[in-house]
């Protein structure tokens, strides 16, 4: 877990991979005032793949893995009730929102995505339906890093029979500028996601409330 100033954060991700450390989970910006050319977080980037490492994040609320009891993340793991449904998202904001609004949201995962530096929605998406706990997965989306991966988990959670729920802003143009200002996320056409989502059966809902709402429903044993 590295959680330091931005301008130390290359050499903490440095000692780590001389290290030999094989997952990291960055909570910091990784914006640099007056920074150099590649930017730090493609320096980040280009060590982690370098040295074989998975991150979370970076600029992220980290993650919590209920079906394996383990946390990185700022609420106590104790708080939080295990369940069927797998949670990322790509807003911090949100991430807490969801996580404390009601205690009848149980989780198998729940991850703030950040900006992805090397590890996406699809990669957790893929991992959260091999856990036995998961019978439904909940996405705040800003964008899709990996559309092939995304859309092989989505063709996983399909076979699966476990439905997958969505929140997708950047509908309108100054949504997705606030999206990329926000975790580097270029929104995309939101025709081409709506297309995507109708093609493998995601449901499409409007705010946080609806999410949560939608989740629990399709939580529940009965189908």
């Known amino acids: 877990v590295i959680a330091v100033n931005n301008d130390i954060v290359e050499a903490a991700v440095g000692e780590a991979a001389a290290r030999g450390i094989k997952a990291a989970t960055i909570f910091a910006s990784c914006y640099l ?3 150099t050319s590649p930017k ?12 074989g490492m998975s991150i979370v994040g970076a600029n992220c609320m980290g993650f919590y893995n209920m079906a394996h009891r383990v946390a990185a993340s700022w609420f106590p793991i104790e708080d939080l009730p295990s369940g069927p449904i797998a949670f990322v998202s790509h807003s911090g904001a949100v991430f807490a929102a969801f996580l404390g609004l009601d205690q009848r949201l149980g989780f198998s995962l729940a991850v703030s995505a950040g900006q992805e ?3 996406t929605v699809a990669d957790y998406l893929d991992y959260a339906l091999d856990l036995e706990e998961t019978r439904v997965a909940a996405l705040f989306l800003e964008t899709i890093r990996d559309p092939k ?11 699966r029979t476990v439905p997958v729920v969505a929140i997708k ?7 997705a500028r606030l999206a990329e200002s ?13 297309a995507l989502f109708d093609r493998y059966g995601v449901i499409r809902v409007r705010d946080v409330d609806e999410l949560a709402a939608t989740a629990t429903l399709l939580s ?4």
């Open 33 to 35: 005032e007056n920074d």
């Open 40 to 51: 730090l977080v493609d320096r980040l980037r280009r060590e982690a793949r370098r040295s």
């Open 117 to 119: 530096l090397t590890t």
């Open 149 to 159: 991966g995304f859309e092989r988990a989505l063709e996983k959670a399909r076979a």
């Open 169 to 175: 802003v950047g509908r309108t143009s100054q949504s």
């Open 182 to 194: 926000h975790s580097g996320a270029i929104a995309g056409n939101d025709a081409a996601y709506q």
């Open 220 to 223: 529940s044993p009965k189908r």
